[in-house]
């Protein structure tokens, strides 16, 4: 973060929940000069310092989204990098990773160091720009990777676009593993899903819509394996939403592949029965797939084979949105609602405990980018989210801090959210009373 170094911040007597160094009790956590200074009972407040009475609250280290469309440059009307910035603090995010999708595509040192300049002056959740693996996108030629991983840029993606020629994936894991960073995939094979706007199925069949078979994702995740245990690089799996998909990927680990992967939270909550009266608010991809997906999806990030929660926040303006089904663009936003959503039906239904919960959403996806924080041990970035795990919420777009609304879960009803979110020592984010 910009400017001066903050104040002492004293967080007292919070339930402090760390996977990265296995505990979960009560404690304080003392934040000197940017950092994680101290955690243990009774710390002394320094002069000056700002008190938390954290009573009642979680305290974690802060929230990392691998997975973030900010639109800048090029799609200002949908998000800035400073709206995204701050929405994700919204919803808990102390550092987010920006999809290259943009326009122009960043694909390029010049715009990997102009998102990470305008991350930092947004004051937000820290801003981690992905560079493209391709030039523009298109598949064809290698981007310049070691000259944007110089330049800021913490993985390699071609974000939507699937890198069909396995030469190129394969000559992208080589580079990876000179340069240190992650390959991100979209997985999908467009021969078998071009035409599609939905999962194939009865419902798409009932609707009169084209749809994409679970063997487009399919095919392409057991390509993305067999390329990245030749080469020996580290394949990133982005929203994974498929049965087969998920048993290919846990098979890959317990050989040893260098693999991780992402669960959303609409790919675990939501079936393709949400799409019912064509609403646009539904339309993503990968499509919305059926419960029995779901159900694998939920199983896969319990038992760590999807070792990381990514939102796949993608803004779109109203207009967009509002087109036919055919027409309109895929994607929800998801900052400031992921963590409710996940607390409330995962959590809060004894499918998975709170410590699991902060591993995905903290610590697994700053390990996966080789990102600083994911932890509060001494020393550590100041980055700190803290929750309020009874707190009772009704999803409402209308305030939300991002600039679009696209979500099919208007109104829904949760338990657990972000209370205050602390970067670099200092709070970028706090719950007003009327917000509670």
């Known amino acids: 973060m910009s400017g001066s170094s903050p104040g002492p911040l004293l967080l007292r007597g919070g339930r402090v929940v760390d996977p990265s160094q296995g505990f979960d009790g009560v404690s304080d956590v003392l934040l000197l000069e940017g950092r994680v200074e101290a955690r243990g009972k009774g710390l002394p407040t320094p002069d000056g310092a700002r008190v938390v009475e954290c009573g009642g609250l979680v305290v974690t280290p802060g929230l990392v989204d691998v997975h973030v469309h900010l639109r800048e440059p090029g799609g200002e009307h949908k998000e800035t990098i400073e709206s995204g910035a701050r929405a994700a603090a919204a919803g808990g995010f102390t550092a987010v990773c ?5 326009d122009p595509p960043i694909d390029d040192p010049a715009t990997v160091g102009f998102v990470l300049s305008e991350g930092q002056r947004a004051g937000g959740a820290r801003v981690y720009p992905l560079g493209c693996i391709s030039v523009g996108q298109k598949g064809e030629r290698l981007a310049e990777v070691g000259e944007m991983v110089a330049a800021g840029a913490v993985g390699i993606t071609d ?18 593993l000179i340069f240190g960073v992650p390959v991100a995939d979209h997985p999908e094979d467009l021969g078998l899903s071009r035409a599609g706007v939905m999962n194939e199925g009865l419902t798409a069949t009932r ?69 019912e009266g064509y609403r646009t608010e539904a339309k993503m991809n990968p499509p919305l797939r059926s419960r029995a997906d779901t159900e694998a999806v939920i199983a896969g990030f319990c038992d760590g084979t999807l070792d990381v929660l990514a939102t796949d926040h993608a803004p779109h ?15 929800i936003v998801g900052l400031e609602t992921a963590l409710g959503l996940v607390h409330t ?12 919960l902060v591993d995905r959403m903290s610590v697994a996806p700053a390990r996966a980018f080789g990102l600083a924080g994911g932890t509060l041990c001494e020393g550590a970035p100041g980055d700190v989210t803290l929750i309020n795990p009874a707190a009772r919420w009704t999803v409402a777009a209308s305030r939300f801090l991002s600039k679009s609304r696209n979500t099919p879960f208007e109104g829904w009803e949760l338990v657990g959210r972000a209370v205050m979110t602390v970067v670099g020592g200092q709070v970028v984010w706090e719950l007003e009373d009327e917000r509670s």
């Open 317 to 331: 303006h109203y207009d967009e949105k509002e087109q036919a089904f055919d027409d309109a663009p895929n994607g």
């Open 345 to 356: 039906h995962l959590v809060g239904k004894g499918l998975l405990d709170l410590p699991t």
């Open 159 to 176: 974000d939507g676009y699937p890198v069909m020629d396995s030469g190129l994936m394969r000559l992208a894991l080589e580079y990876s």
């Open 207 to 275: 609707l009169g819509l084209h749809g994409k078979p679970n063997a487009s994702e399919d095919v392409h995740i057991l390509r993305d394996l067999m390329v990245a245990e030749l080469t020996g690089g580290h394949i990133h799996l982005q929203h994974v939403s498929t049965r087969l998909g998920i048993d290919a990927i846990r098979q890959a680990k317990a050989r040893g592949v260098r693999v991780t992967a992402e669960a959303t939270p609409h790919h675990m909550l939501l079936t393709e029965e949400a799409v």
């Open 98 to 102: 920006a999809m290259p999708n943009t």
